[in-house]
């Protein structure tokens, strides 16, 4: 796989993924058993809700910057090194989310949707470190 190809799956994950929780918060934790929580009444719910929107936001722009990324790295002006330290940078962003996504996923969420983002984060991290490996870009 071409790194460009990987950068691209990425930031339309992280965008679609972006407005999911921008638009539709409650929904999406929902999705990860918010409401399963005790205490999870009232103000509680509706500051993770507002948590989730900013999550979403943060992933929204993350996703468009990935998407800027992927088209600098596509023409020739960056060098070899730069390219490299972008995917140690995306490997250990991928890695650190993967981390904490299984600690959660172990003492929180214990819900399909926690397995569903192990999974995507698992495949993402595999591709950067693959590429890193192969450093033919």
Do not use: C, H
């Amino acid at each position: 796989m071409k790194l460009s190809n990987l950068i691209f799956i990425n930031a339309i994950l992280y965008i679609a993924l972006g407005i999911a929780f921008a638009m539709y918060g409650p929904v999406m934790i929902n999705l990860f058993g918010m409401l399963d929580m005790p205490g999870a009444e009232g103000a509680t719910y509706w500051f993770a809700a507002s948590f989730a929107r900013m999550f979403g936001a943060a992933l929204f722009g993350f996703g468009f910057l990935l998407w800027a990324v992927r088209g600098l790295l596509a023409g020739s002006a960056i060098p070899v090194e730069g390219v490299q330290k972008t995917i140690v940078a995306l490997l250990l962003g991928t890695l650190f989310a993967l981390f904490v996504a299984v600690i959660q996923q172990w003492a929180v969420w214990i819900k399909p949707a926690g397995w569903v983002t192990i999974a995507i984060l698992v495949i993402l991290t595999i591709g950067y470190a693959y590429l890193l490996g192969e450093k033919s870009y």
